[in-house]
């Protein structure tokens, strides 16, 4: 079981940190990612990193802004989120998954309940 904390209001320019707390011992043997959703579309890949935290994958809307971490001892993952636009405003989902298609939906089997992100301009 997922729960994604940390979502709020900012102002552009601004920064926020989501975290995602997985419960059970298991949690550092998955994969773990960051969805969003805006009105009206569809999930958006956002970020992603391997069950050993080895490895950080990111889309291309984000890079160089946002930074996906993971401390195994506390079952949790971490959003940093910096040079917030407004259209990074989302509910912002955390993931786990075993597959190796980490930069699709279709690759988490364990799903949390979304935090809002309100980035205003």
């Known amino acids: 079981q997922l729960q994604a904390y940390g979502g709020g209001l900012v102002q552009a320019g601004g920064s926020l940190r989501l975290s995602c707390v997985g419960s059970?011992?298991?949690?550092?043997?998955?994969?773990a990612g960051w969805f969003r959703q805006s009105p009206g579309k569809d999930y958006e890949f956002v970020a992603a990193?391997?069950?050993?935290?080895?490895?950080?994958f990111y889309a291309d809307s984000v890079k160089g802004r946002f930074t996906i971490s993971r401390d195994n001892s506390k079952n949790t993952v971490y959003l940093q989120m910096n040079s917030l636009k407004p259209e990074d405003t989302a509910v912002y989902f955390c993931?786990?998954?075993?597959?190796?298609?980490?930069?699709?939906?279709?690759?988490?089997?364990?799903w949390g309940r979304g935090t809002l992100v309100t980035v205003s301009s």
């Open positions: 993931a786990a998954g075993t597959s190796v298609a980490l930069t699709t939906a279709l690759g988490y089997t364990n």
């Open positions: 059970g011992r298991t949690f550092r043997n998955y994969n």
């Open positions: 990193i391997r069950r050993s935290g080895a490895g950080t």
